[in-house]
């Protein structure tokens, strides 16, 4: 891929051909293959993407396999990293 942005151990490391996503996190994003525009921003956002999903933005959410042009802001629930 090309005019991706990355800042963590592991954060896009399984992108092929997807172009123009911003990963800042420890393995943010780091399953997708070719999807773009997306921005993932904490530990692990994104880590469901595994091909194909583009424009979303994560803040703190591991995000949907399949899904594009969503919004996830954190995630509910006890434990580390939960709101």
């Known amino acids: 891929g090309t005019f991706n942005a990355m800042s963590g151990y592991h954060a ?3 992108i ?10 420890n393995s943010a994003i780091a399953n997708l293959t070719t999807g773009g525009y ?3 921003i904490g530990y692990a956002s994104g880590l469901g ?3 194909s999903e583009s424009a979303n933005i994560l803040l703190n959410h591991g995000g949907t396999t399949g899904e594009s ?9 006890a434990g ?3 709101a």
């Open 12 to 14: 896009g490391q399984g």
């Open 16 to 25: 092929t051909s997807g172009s123009q996503n911003t990963a800042i996190g």
């Open 38 to 40: 997306n921005i993932a």
């Open 49 to 51: 993407y595994t091909t």
């Open 69 to 77: 042009h969503v919004i996830r802001i954190g995630t509910q629930g």
């Open 80 to 82: 580390a990293g939960r």
